[in-house]
């Protein structure tokens, strides 16, 4: 949509505002039962109106519902039962009260001078004061839903459950879990944003999600509703979910019926702690809801009724020292947004990744996510949010008490044929191989270029010699190591697939940038973005994708790509238990022994074959107790 057509629509909307909304007036003194579902407060044409709504058995909320059922605004997330009752009361507060008179939700405006309440055809309700003046309105305090002709603004938050969905200063749109783990943002261009002055996010009757502020010229537009301008006595509105989900969604008038047409998070099982605390998120062949699930027969649900709140082991780590070992999760990955970022993510190879953990007693999961960034996850006992796909080139690994359990193989690992699954799979190989490749030439560019004559060279890469088996088995970092690696170090070490060449990682690399850039624009569902910006305006999404999609089959599917492999460490350091400071000190004496990186025997980071569990435990208890071999 050209920018005049919404500046325009925006306008006609302010109009709309202005002067059309007519209200119903309520009285002081009135009030709702629970007890009857069909007495209301109802807006002058009925489109909306203040009732109890029943959600379970005996679950009661007092709501502002749109014509035929749908809630748009509740007083209270918590629940009354059948006895409860919504005042509007004399002292001029409205007040929701359970059976027992306890109040759970009052509107603080008690000796403000309210003198009548209303509700308009708009939705708000509102508290009016001597002069008519609004004292406190519903728009002003929304729940988890904004409607059409409500202002969000920065001093707002939709709440829902764990969840909260904020618009910050610069425009940018957040989406936080236990509000700190910010797992979605939306940020506009950041020529504009530095200049906003008071920004409001609006959702425009017609399905326009869009960012209004003084300073712009027109407004941005964030999201379009998948059925926006279609249909007529349509109601849309935008709703947090209790799933952590931003919807927007439409309903026809009376139908009491909402229709999904807009989420933030494309793909449910990326919402933050969507299968609770060690809960893996997947999807089976069956539905295209996500299922929740545990990552092991080692682990049970903390709720048997309701996989949604996660899972616990059957034993606790603390409770085997010795015997604690690695549970490996292939297309498995456990989500880490900020601020975890900057504790819990590393530069290591795919065998260092689940062997730092394993060593290291507050972490408690790790992910290698093996996507062409050589980065690995290392996940502290605090929430782990996990998701399984087929089409995720990421393993992860859970700390657990041997020996491993695996789930039956039905379950997390059933393969889903469905198309979007295959797209996606497709854009993880292109992008990994196209990651790879150019990581592979700027390994031969950078090396010949600064580093091959450096002095500096062989003396760094001696500091950072590895723990290393005779038999091949995966490498060690030792704690010094890490913890150096803080301090920005940019050197390198270990190897690529290929043998004994050196090469560095080099993330700020721009192509590789904009690979990944170009991935997640596609997950995040915003094809529009990786289009050229000056085409985007013309273009029909379906067209790109179905072209995409085309362009996609007809390529033979390459090999899988091997797992990234290299042993440059950077990052924060970790916090170490005493458990790895035993194991440091282990590493400390054998690399005293251990052969320059240079040397081939050094080089088997990633590249040698991972170790049965068997192997595993055995590696895990020779490495925790070093004196006492089982
Ligand atoms: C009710 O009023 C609103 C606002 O004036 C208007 O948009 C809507 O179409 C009306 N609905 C009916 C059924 O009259
Ligand atoms: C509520 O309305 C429905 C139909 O509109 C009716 O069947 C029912 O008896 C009413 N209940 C009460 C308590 O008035
Ligand atoms: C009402 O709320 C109070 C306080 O939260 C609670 O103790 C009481 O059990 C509730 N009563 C009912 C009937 O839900
Ligand atoms: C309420 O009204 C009284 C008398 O008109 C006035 O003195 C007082 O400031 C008002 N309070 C508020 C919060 O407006
Ligand atoms: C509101 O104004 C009316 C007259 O204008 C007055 O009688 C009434 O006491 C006022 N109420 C409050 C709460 O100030
Ligand atoms: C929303 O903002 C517009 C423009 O700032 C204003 O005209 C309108 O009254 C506001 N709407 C509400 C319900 O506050
Ligand atoms: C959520 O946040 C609160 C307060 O910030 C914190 O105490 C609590 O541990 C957090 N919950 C989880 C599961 O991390
Ligand atoms: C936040 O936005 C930035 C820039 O668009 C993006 O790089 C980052 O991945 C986003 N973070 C999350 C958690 O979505
Ligand atoms: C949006 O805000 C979040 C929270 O402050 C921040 O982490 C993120 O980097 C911001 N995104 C951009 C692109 O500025
Ligand atoms: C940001 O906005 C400016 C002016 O509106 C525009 O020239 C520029 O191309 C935009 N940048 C991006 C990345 O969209
Ligand atoms: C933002 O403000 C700066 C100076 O304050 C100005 O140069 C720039 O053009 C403004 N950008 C927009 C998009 O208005
Ligand atoms: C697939 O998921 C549905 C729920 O979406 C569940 O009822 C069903 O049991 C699952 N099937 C399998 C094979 O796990």
């Not at 058995?57 to 918590?78: D, E, H, L, M, T």
């Not at 409205?94 to 000796?111: F, I, K, Y």
């Not at 400390?588 to 040698?608: E, F, K, T, Y």
């Amino acid at each position: 949509m050209p920018p005049e057509t919404s500046q325009l629509s925006l306008t006609l909307l302010s109009l709309t505002l202005l002067f059309i909304f007519s209200s119903a007036t309520i009285r002081l003194g009135s009030t709702l039962y629970a007890s009857n579902l069909n007495a209301s407060w109802s807006s002058p044409n009925g489109t909306f109106s203040v009732s109890f709504i029943q959600d379970g058995p005996s679950a009661y909320f007092a709501a502002i519902s749109y014509a035929g059922g749908v809630p748009v605004w509740k007083a209270s997330q918590r629940a009354v039962d059948s006895s409860g009752s919504f005042h509007l009361l004399s002292s001029g507060t409205l007040r929701l009260v359970n059976g027992s008179g306890a109040t759970v939700w009052d509107s603080s405006t008690e000796n403000r001078n309210v003198s009548s309440a209303s509700i308009d055809d708009s939705g708000n309700l509102v508290l009016l004061g001597n002069n008519s003046v609004s004292v406190w309105s519903s728009f002003d305090n929304p729940s988890d839903t904004i409607v059409p002709s409500q202002n969000f603004t920065t001093r707002k938050v939709l709440e829902s459950g764990k969840y909260s969905f904020t618009l910050l200063q610069s425009g940018n749109l957040t989406l936080k879990w236990n509000n700190s783990i910010i797992y979605w943002n939306n940020s506009l261009n950041s020529s504009i944003e530095s200049n906003l002055t008071s920004p409001v996010l609006r959702l425009q009757s017609i399905g326009i999600l869009s960012i209004v502020d003084p300073t712009l010229p027109s407004a941005v537009i964030v999201a379009y509703s998948s059925d926006y301008a279609e249909g007529s006595d349509i109601l849309r509105f935008l709703r947090l979910d209790t799933d952590g989900n931003l919807r927007i969604y439409s309903s026809a008038r009376g139908s009491g019926t909402t229709t999904k047409r807009w989420a933030a998070v494309t793909d449910q099982c990326q919402v933050f702690g969507y299968c609770g605390n060690m809960g893996i998120c997947s999807y089976n062949d069956t539905g295209s809801d996500p299922v929740c699930g545990c990552p092991s027969q080692n682990f049970e649900l903390v709720d048997a009724n309701d996989s949604k709140q996660g899972c616990k082991r059957k034993v606790e780590i603390e409770d085997c020292p010795g015997s604690a070992t690695m549970l490996e999760l292939p297309h498995t990955k456990f989500l880490t947004f900020a601020p975890e970022l900057t504790s819990q993510v590393f530069f290591v190879g795919i065998s260092a990744c689940r062997l730092n953990c394993l060593v290291t007693g507050s972490c408690v999961a790790s992910t290698s996510l093996s996507d062409g960034t050589g980065l690995c996850y290392l996940k502290t006992p605090d929430f782990v949010s996990g998701f399984e796909n087929p089409a995720l080139p990421s393993t992860s690994y859970v700390k657990v008490c041997g020996p491993v359990l695996p789930n039956p193989s039905s379950n997390m690992q059933v393969l889903d044929d469905r198309k979007s699954w295959r797209l996606r799979a497709w854009i993880v190989v292109v992008v990994v191989v196209a990651t790879l490749l150019v990581l592979v030439a700027l390994e031969g560019g950078l090396w010949y270029w600064c580093c091959r004559n450096s002095p500096k060279f062989g003396g760094l890469s001696a500091q950072y010699a590895l723990l290393e088996y005779a038999s091949g088995a995966p490498v060690q970092f030792s704690y010094k190591e890490l913890e150096r690696s803080t301090k920005g170090f940019k050197e390198k070490l270990g190897a690529g697939v290929s043998g004994r060449r050196n090469f560095e990682v080099s993330p700020e690399t721009n192509r590789k940038k904009f690979s990944l850039w170009a991935y997640e624009e596609f997950e995040k569902g915003n094809v529009k973005g990786i289009v050229d910006k000056r085409l985007a305006e013309d273009v029909d999404i379906e067209q790109v994708m179905r072209a995409i999609q085309e362009g996609i089959m007809e390529i033979e599917r390459p090999p899988a790509p091997k797992a990234f492999t290299e042993g440059s460490v950077s990052g924060p350091s970790m916090n170490m238990s005493s458990n790895f400071s035993a194991v440091s000190t282990f590493a400390a004496s054998a690399s005293a022994s251990a052969p320059a990186p240079s040397s081939s025997s050094s080089l088997q980071i990633g590249v040698s074959p991972l170790p049965s569990d068997r192997n595993l435990e055995r590696t895990s208890s020779s490495l925790l107790r070093p004196s006492n071999p089982n």
